[in-house]
């Protein structure tokens, strides 16, 4: 108890750390798996190549991600873009799928009055597709989330610090108090996320807030 | 006017849906096409505003021919209404009914004014601007689906199926309201139904397809019910078709006989007085309420005693209306009323068929 009440600065550390590994894959995620799993849907012949394809990246373990990411990108070993990247890939492999299932669960009516409104593509994409993919596509990204935020740990072993550095570190010394402190920061830096995303999709999708016909 | 020069599509896999339209919508009427499933009618309707491309032929808005424009700005330019409506679920009433004006750059004020004003146009109380379609009734939600294709007041509008997915009571009243608005608006309209009595009741010209987009008839209602040119037609017009192509005939002159009436809270002694079997019940105002047996009433005439299974027509209705007010009676006299709904007397059903058995008058719509 007395280790984590002097180590509290490295505890924010690793937390600071481990929250932008997660959190910007996510968003990296996100922006690439909304024109995949667009495309997915668009053009029936690709759902399965893309959304099976994508799934399959997760099956990747992610110490050989990580491992294998400076051969591939040319970056050094410790460079956190690694972790990064690696990460982003995760969060395709999680959100594609959904981004898809999301589009395809906006009604033909509504498609269709959309376009005969003469909303082009990529109007009816961004102000009636995706705002009804909203729910959906929050659902999936919470799934991602506590995922990054417990693969991220791994990268650990690559030496890229954030609260997974804790569990090494216990590990090494045979010291459980890094651990405790690691896991219930990672728990706390879960919960956040979470209600982060829950937050944002009800301000995003007011219409799902009020009562039904009277 | 929208023209079909025969407009084709063959879809990829060689189906023909639509083979070859001819058909010719005039500017400010209803053009209903109608037909079983498979005939090609919302194929039709789709082609022309591109959502789906034709394959072969044109088809033309107002002589400029629809292949030439923009898709976009195309379908601006036309209202569409779908089954279901299709509503937004994500905007409010106002924000749906906004949609084409707002693509158009109409300005926030004018576009919000014009919106509300549609709310109650369509016959929607204005308290449900800023509800969402969810909040909203089947029928509720289909009234604002024309109130949004009408929101850029579009010269033409294609409706698909709009009243399909609504009971049948809502039904007669979104079409009732539908003819209204179209007598106050006169847009040109292109309406697909599967329904020949809603086509013969809204189209001013109802065209039937037959399976494969090919057009059998191409008729006003009454011509299409009295004189179906083949057996397909004929069959799909239907069972009844000389009872229900009296609707399109005005109701032959007739002088009613003169009913004696009795007001509610009348002695039964009083009530027997006629003799007759069944006695007319009116109100203060001499409206008609309902029937009474003079046999069975043992107590002042209270409307509980009433039967009330027989229609009320007009002198000025159809035929078909005061052959059914006659028919449904319980007296078998068909009760007559004037404009203000007050009794004028009874007519029988004999003397109602045997004035439609005289000559035609110079107002009806026979031809040899």
Known sequence: ?214 | MIRFEGATKTFPDGTVAVGGLDLLAATGSITVLVGPSGCGKTTSLRMVNRMIEPTGGRIMIDDRDTASMDAAQLRRGIGYVIQHAGLFPHRTIVDNIATVPRLLGWDRSTTRNRALELIERVGLPASFAGRYPHQLSGGQQQRVGVARALAADPPVMLMDEPFSAVDPVVREQLQEEFLRLQSELGKTILFVTHDIDEAVKLGDQVAVLRVGGVLAQVADPATLLRDPVDDFVADFAGRDRGYRGLGFRPAPSLTPRSEPAVTLGTSPEEVRRSGNAWVLVVDDDRRPLGWVEPARVTEPVATDRLHRGGTVARLDGSSRAILDAALSSPSGRGVVVDDDGCLLGTVTSAEVVAALQSPPGPDSSGQP
């Open chain 1, 1 to 214: 108890m007395t280790w984590i009440l002097d180590h509290l600065d490295d505890i924010g550390y690793y937390t600071l750390q481990h929250a932008w590994l997660a959190a910007l894959p996510l968003l990296l995620g996100l922006l690439l798996a909304t024109p995949l799993g667009w495309a997915a849907r668009r053009y029936r012949g690709l759902y399965t190549p893309v959304v099976a394809g994508t799934g399959l990246l997760y099956t990747i373990p992610s110490l050989a991600l990580f491992i294998l990411m400076p051969l591939i990108l040319g970056t050094q070993i410790l460079d956190p873009v690694n972790v990064v990247v690696a990460m982003t890939i995760y969060t395709v492999a999680l959100l594609t799928r959904t981004v898809a299932d999301g589009l395809g669960a906006v009604p033909d009516s509504v498609i269709a009055s959309a376009t005969a409104m003469g909303l082009g593509p990529v109007r009816r994409l961004f102000t009636v597709e995706l705002p009804l993919a909203v729910p959906v596509i929050a659902a999936g990204l919470r799934v991602a989330a506590v995922s990054n935020v417990s693969i991220v740990s791994v990268a650990a072993l690559i030496g890229v610090p954030q609260l997974g550095s804790l569990f090494t570190d216990g590990f090494y010394r045979d010291f459980l108090d890094p651990i405790v402190a690691g896991l219930v920061a990672c728990v706390v830096l879960a919960l956040l996320f979470d209600l982060v995303i829950v937050v944002l999709a009800r301000l995003l999708t007011p219409w799902l807030r009020t009562g039904g016909a009277p």
